[in-house]
C-alpha cells in the first residue's frame, strides 16, 4: 500500500485528473461523491446493524443492509473506493482500484463465509441461496422498503468517525493540492 502511495505521488500527472472543467469531468466527480457518500453510509448502517443484532458474533444477521448483500461492510469500502477515483483519478484507475479490490478482498469475503458455515450450517447456506455476496439485485431494491435494508441511527456515525474524517481530510487535502 506504501509503495503504491508513492507511486501515484510521484508519477501524479499520470493518475491525478486534470482540472479540465468539462460535462464528463464534472459528471465524474459528481458520481464519485454520491458513491463516496452512499459507500460510507452504507458501512454505518452495515456496522451499526450488526453491533445492534448480532449478540457478540452469536447470531447470523439477515435483516437490515444485510438483507440485500451478505457482505454490506465490503460493498460500502467497494463504493467509497470507486467514489475516491472518481473524483480524484483519471477513468482509468478505476481498473486497478477493481482488480486491487478484488484481489484484496475476496479471498478475505470465502474465508470469512467458510467461518459462518461452520457456526450456521444450513441456515447460513440457505441465506447464501437468497442473498447475494456483495451487489445487490434491483428486484431487492425495488421490492424491499429503503427503511428495512438501510436502517440508520446517528450514535452509529460516532464508531465510523475514524473512518469519515480521515476520509474528509485525505480529500480536502487532494482537491487543495490539484489547485
Known amino acids: 500500500m506504501g509503495f503504491a502511495l508513492v507511486l501515484v505521488v510521484i508519477f ?3 493518475f491525478f485528473r ?3 472543467p468539462g460535462l464528463l469531468e464534472s459528471s465524474l466527480r459528481i458520481v464519485g461523491l454520491f458513491s463516496l457518500l452512499l459507500g ?3 458501512r454505518v448502517s452495515a456496522r451499526g446493524y450488526k453491533m445492534e443484532h448480532s449478540r457478540n458474533s452469536h447470531a447470523l444477521i ?3 443492509p444485510y438483507k440485500i448483500v451478505r457482505n454490506p461492510m465490503y460493498l460500502g469500502i467497494l463504493l467509497i473506493g ?3 477515483v472518481l473524483l480524484l483519478f483519471k477513468w482509468w484507475v478505476v481498473v486497478i482500484f477493481l482488480l486491487v479490490f478484488a484481489s484484496r478482498y475476496f ?3 470465502l474465508s470469512e463465509e467458510e467461518k459462518l458455515r461452520g457456526m450456521f450450517g ?3 447456506q440457505a441465506y447464501c441461496k437468497r442473498v447475494p455476496r456483495i451487489l445487490p439485485r434491483i428486484s431487492s431494491l425495488i421490492k424491499t422498503s429503503i427503511k428495512e435494508y438501510f436502517p440508520i441511527k446517528l450514535s452509529w456515525f460516532k464508531k465510523e468517525l475514524n473512518s469519515i ?3 474528509l481530510i485525505l480529500i480536502l487535502i487532494f482537491f487543495l493540492w490539484r489547485r
Do not use: A, R, W
Open 12 to 14: 501524479h500527472k499520470v
Open 18 to 20: 486534470q482540472n479540465n
Open 40 to 42: 460510507q453510509l452504507i
Open 62 to 64: 439477515e435483516g437490515g
Open 82 to 84: 470507486f467514489g475516491v
Open 107 to 109: 479471498s478475505l469475503i
Open 122 to 124: 444450513e441456515t447460513y
Open 165 to 167: 474524517i480521515p476520509l
